[in-house]
């Protein structure tokens, strides 16, 4: 049978220390490796304010673990996610190739615009230093120039006398 393409998002209680956090992703990898699944890839979100409490919790740890198995295996991920305390949601999605196509389009094109928008930020920063060089510059000319005037009239004032 052909392994589908899976993502399973889930969500530990953001107070989770990070060692913590590590051991539930381990763990869950651990599961899916020795279940011949191939891991493409582990995304971890982060902390996040959920949207409303769950278990009186305000904020989760974001996990996104995206997977190639049998079709037939999601049943016992989904048992052994159920009966996991540390986890507070878990959701896993079946992804086709046109929304794998997709999503890899979307992330090149980001790539690209990202990529754009630190060389502009780059170009900036080098024309502001230019500016600040040429500021510099013409401040030191012009206090040199006001330095020979006031000795001009220094001069000026002494020959009077």
Same mark, same amino acid.
């Given at each position: ?10 969500i530990? &209680?953001?107070n ?11 763990k869950? $990898?651990?599961f ?6 191939? *891991? ?8 996040k ?15 996104? *673990? ?5 079709? $037939?295996?999601?049943?016992?991920? =989904?048992?052994?996610?159920?009966? &996991? +305390? ?7 999605? #079946?992804? =086709? #190739? ?6 890899? &389009? ?11 928008? %630190?060389? &502009?930020?780059?170009?900036?920063? %080098?024309? +502001?230093?230019?500016?600040? =060089?040429?500021?510099i510059q ?7 120039? #006001?330095? #020979?005037?006031?000795? =001009? ?5 002494? +020959?009077?006398?």
């Amino acid at each position: 049978m052909a392994n589908k393409h899976y993502e399973t998002y889930l969500i530990v &209680d953001g107070n989770f220390e990070d060692s913590t956090v590590e051991e539930i992703i381990s763990k869950y $990898s651990n599961f899916l490796t020795k279940n011949n699944a191939e *891991i493409v890839n582990i995304e971890r979100i982060g902390r996040k304010r959920l949207a409303y409490p769950i278990q009186k919790k305000q904020n989760g740890y974001y996990i996104c *673990i995206e997977f190639k198995v049998a079709a $037939s295996f999601i049943a016992e991920l =989904d048992r052994i996610m159920r009966i &996991d +305390e540390n986890l507070m949601r878990y959701l896993t999605v #079946s992804l =086709d #190739s046109k929304t794998i196509a997709e999503r890899e &389009d979307y992330f090149e094109k980001r790539a690209i615009r990202l990529e754009k928008l %630190q060389n &502009d930020a780059k170009i900036l920063e %080098q024309n +502001e230093n230019n500016n600040e =060089d040429a500021n510099i510059q013409k401040t030191v000319a012009s206090s040199q120039n #006001s330095q #020979s005037e006031s000795s =001009d009239t220094v001069s000026v004032v002494e +020959e009077k006398i």
